[in-house]
């Protein structure tokens, strides 16, 4: 690869955007915040200065996230954020538009898909391919999708659910769905909200998933003191939280993703049904980390799953190895300008 052709994966996700450089690896992971001034319209900050803004910021700063469940919600913002995210990964004097490819939701429109090589081209990009989140996730999990073998993969982000089945490099079967972990975030707000009269941020709410969150009860349960505002004096005040608690929380925005991949399983042509029973259930996606995950799907479906090493970073790791391979996965990829 000459310098002159300079290549960026972007994860362009919900809650967060990772960029790789094939060569370099991941040299981002930011949140996808901006935080954008009201009387003038101002992009005031991106990324993680942005996210320390959210929830503590003056009235005439707005925080906020302009990818809504995977998808672009905001374009103008989007195009700012991804211009300064291409900037920072090349360091500010390159000067070469580098190729860029960009990780969409399986679940996309060709209109959406449009939008996110739009603005990428305006924000910098010589090229924008974009190729579907779980053919990246699975390249990235290390799994061989080039073969004649039904591969599930199940990949839970922050705005999205994807659940694909892929064979010979293309999606059997898929579907998408718009609970992942801001749902799970939600349902968390909301419990505290019901039972403890306690109101706490998103901030908290996901401390509270990841520090003691399960998918499924358990019997040494975790236990965290939560401090927010009392719904009826208005006063701040803390309470002990537990692990089941959460579970309970959580019940139905699980049952939806649980309902996504049965519903995919159904779909999917008997011979490639054996061969998901033989390989397992792939997770990926920074939310397939929540406690015993796998274990749910195991029980609910009948058939092993099991996370991905780094699930964090599959997508992202999966762009890279596409953009160093081009000619192998050029049949997954779609939309190039």
């Excluded at 003056?58 to 291409?86: C, F, H, Q, S």
Aim: charged share 25%; with cysteine; hydrophobic share 45%.
């Amino acid at each position: 690869m000459s310098i002159f052709s300079q290549k960026l994966g972007i994860d362009l996700g919900t809650a967060n955007t990772l960029v790789y450089v094939p060569g370099k690896g991941v040299v981002l992971n930011e949140p996808s915040v901006v935080a954008v001034s009201e009387d003038d319209n101002q992009i005031m900050a991106i990324g993680n200065e942005a996210k320390t803004m959210v929830g503590r910021t003056p009235d005439n700063i707005i925080a906020y996230r302009p990818m809504k469940d995977g998808v672009i919600a905001d374009y103008r913002v989007t195009e700012a954020m991804l211009r300064y995210y291409i900037r920072k990964a090349l360091g500010k004097w390159s000067i070469f538009r580098p190729d860029v490819l960009i990780s969409v939701p399986a679940g996309v429109t060709s209109t959406e898909r449009r939008a996110v090589v739009e603005a990428a081209v305006r924000a910098g990009a010589k090229n924008a391919y974009v190729v579907k989140e779980p053919i990246l996730a699975a390249i990235g999990a290390g799994i061989p999708i080039q073969e004649a073998h039904g591969h599930m993969i199940v990949d839970i982000g922050g705005g999205t659910t994807d659940v694909a089945v892929i064979s010979l490099g293309g999606i059997v079967a898929s579907t998408s769905v718009k609970v992942a972990g801001n749902k799970l975030d939600n349902a968390i707000t909301d419990y505290v909200k019901k039972t403890f009269n306690l109101a706490v941020g998103d901030k908290t709410a996901e401390e509270i998933k990841i520090t003691i969150g399960s998918a499924i009860p358990v019997e040494e349960e975790l236990v965290m003191t939560i401090k927010g505002r009392d719904l009826v004096t208005g006063l701040p005040r803390s309470v002990e939280i537990k692990t089941n608690e959460i579970v309970k929380a959580i019940t139905r925005e699980l049952r939806s993703i649980i309902e996504a991949i049965k519903n995919v399983l159904q779909e999917t042509p008997p011979e490639l049904s054996s061969d998901i029973i033989d390989l397992g259930i792939t997770m990926t996606g920074g939310s397939s980390q929540l406690r015993n995950l796998p274990e749910l799907v195991f029980r609910r479906t009948g058939v092993r799953a099991h996370l991905a090493d780094e699930a964090l970073f599959c997508v992202v790791t999966g762009t890279g190895v596409a953009l160093e391979h081009l000619h192998i996965y050029k049949k997954s990829i779609i939309a190039k300008r």
